[in-house]
């Protein structure tokens, strides 16, 4: 099915620990998103990319570093996970709609945990 | 003031009942509004944009009021199946993305 698509759905890291959550989108989009979702938070932009090549922060992007390795993927890496970090991970893609607004898609989410 | 707010909730209300959700944004130059659907564990997904006429899709009406900064979402003869947290999401300007407020919750119950 067309969409995005994220990995892995789930993931347990120890604190110091390194690792890079994939995400990949099929729908020709220009622009890409990670957020991370906490109870009673919402979801918070970490980093987004309007297009391919171009990167910039959102609202939390401490501890974080993206890639926008082409058009389809945008990946999320955590150099030195923190306990802090354990969340919900959603990835999104976006098309501009009328008036040139732009409708995310979302990826079904990755949760981590770091202990 | 935070930029999309939301009453968290939760709106507990009987089968068939009418509900209505509203939101405020503080931004006054925001340009596109939009109302998403959570269900539990599960991503966002979009329910409807909120036009500046109001637009409606089946049982579901949404209005923008851009003088007081407030959308709402109306929700006719509500099913046990619109259980879920609704997101209220503005984009303050075209390229940039969009921001959630934190999201209301609806339990329909029989």
């Known amino acids: 099915n067309a969409g995005v698509t994220q990995t892995p759905k789930f993931q347990v890291l120890k604190t110091g620990q390194s690792m890079t959550l994939q995400c990949a989108q099929d729908?020709?989009?220009?622009?890409m998103y990670w957020y991370r979702q906490d109870p009673g938070m919402g979801l918070r932009l970490i980093y987004y990319s309007a297009s391919e090549g171009t990167t910039d922060k959102g609202e939390v992007p401490n501890g974080y570093n993206v890639s926008r390795l082409n058009k389809r993927e945008f990946s999320l890496r955590l150099e030195s996970a923190a306990p802090s970090q354990t969340s919900v991970y959603f990835c999104?893609?976006?098309?501009?709609?009328?008036?040139?607004?732009?409708?995310?898609?979302f990826g079904a989410g990755s949760r981590l945990t770091v202990l | 003031r935070k930029e999309v707010e939301q009453d968290p909730g939760p709106f507990n209300v009987p089968e068939g009942a009418t509900v209505a959700f509203n939101c405020t944004y503080s931004n006054s130059a925001s340009q596109s509004f939009f109302w998403y659907r959570q269900d539990c564990r599960k991503e966002p997904k979009l329910l409807m944009s909120v036009y500046s006429s109001g637009n409606e899709d089946g049982r579901f009406t949404a209005q923008l009021n851009r003088a007081s900064q407030y959308i709402s979402l109306l929700i006719r003869d509500s099913k046990l199946s619109d259980s879920a947290t609704y997101l209220c999401?503005?984009?303050?300007?075209?390229?940039?993305?969009?921001?959630f407020g934190k999201g209301t919750t609806l339990s329909v119950s029989s």
């Open positions: 999104a893609s976006s098309r501009l709609a009328q008036g040139g607004a732009n409708v995310l898609t």
């Open positions: 729908m020709n989009h220009n622009s």
């Open positions: 999401v503005v984009n303050f300007q075209a390229g940039t993305a969009l921001i």
